[in-house]
């Protein structure tokens, strides 16, 4: 068996909007990748908005924080993450169950992987409700200018969403179907965002003249 690490995943660059799904839960509908199904790029695809009693303004234009606006996918990763920090502006940490990884900034090139005695996932906040996600909740993650917060939500009994929302009034800009954990770099120009399925790193989609 080869040890040779995997090539990136491929990845799709768009944003879909404020409301979007994991392209690889859409594919796990279908059947698992492999011989018959080839396995789809990393990226975001256009969902159906949450069915719930709180404030969906979706994408605030208006508001100069990354993830509030129009993003865009620059690379992706294939090792899972339920846990996002940055250790500093070039290096991107997750945990799993069992399982601590580090990435470089911006490629996300896997750099480290440890299986530490204390499982580094066990500290994680549990998922919240989606009727909950305007609430005071703990464990979320917040851009450095404090203008947005992350939370995770568990919809049904099994399916992870990412939910973006603004401090300010808790009114939700983006619904990430599939998505289980957030984090912004230090100085705000990057969003890694996590999963079962691997890790997206975003960035400001570029602006028409």
């Known amino acids: 068996m080869s040890t040779r690490p995997l090539d990136p995943p491929p990845f799709i660059a768009d944003?879909?909007?404020?409301?979007?799904?994991?392209t690889q839960l859409v594919r796990s509908r279908g059947g698992r990748p492999g011989r018959r199904y080839a396995?789809?790029?990393?990226?975001?695809?256009?969902?159906?908005?949450?069915?719930?009693?709180v404030a969906l303004p979706g994408l605030d234009e208006g508001l100069d924080t990354l993830g509030a606006g129009a993003i865009r996918i620059v690379a992706a990763a294939r090792e899972p993450a339920h846990g996002l920090s940055?250790?500093?502006?070039?290096?991107?940490?997750?945990?799993?169950?069992?399982?601590?990884?580090?990435?470089?900034?911006p490629d996300l090139a896997p750099t480290g992987e440890e299986r530490p005695e204390t499982d580094p996932a066990a500290e994680l906040p549990a998922p919240v409700a989606p009727q909950d996600v305007a609430s005071d909740v703990p464990g979320v993650a917040t851009s450095p200018d404090g203008a947005l917060e992350a939370v995770?939500?568990?919809?049904?009994?099994?399916?992870?969403?990412?939910?973006?929302?603004?401090?300010?009034?808790?009114?939700?800009?983006?619904w990430i179907r599939g998505a289980m954990a957030a984090a912004?770099?230090?100085?705000?120009?990057?969003?890694?965002?996590?999963?079962?399925?691997?890790?997206?790193?975003?960035?400001?989609?570029?602006?028409?003249?």
């Not at 396995?39 to 009693?53: C, K, N, T, V, Y």
């Open 86 to 105: 940055f250790a500093d502006q070039d290096t991107l940490v997750g945990v799993s169950p069992a399982v601590r990884r580090t990435w470089s900034i």
């Open 15 to 22: 944003d879909p909007g404020p409301w979007s799904v994991v």
């Open 39 to 53: 396995e789809p790029p990393r990226g975001l695809m256009l969902a159906q908005p949450p069915r719930i009693d």
């Open 152 to 174: 995770s939500v568990l919809e049904g009994t099994r399916a992870a969403a990412l939910v973006v929302r603004r401090a300010s009034d808790r009114a939700v800009v983006r």
């Open 184 to 209: 912004w770099s230090p100085d705000g120009d990057l969003l890694a965002i996590g999963g079962d399925w691997g890790v997206l790193l975003a960035g400001a989609a570029p602006t028409e003249d």
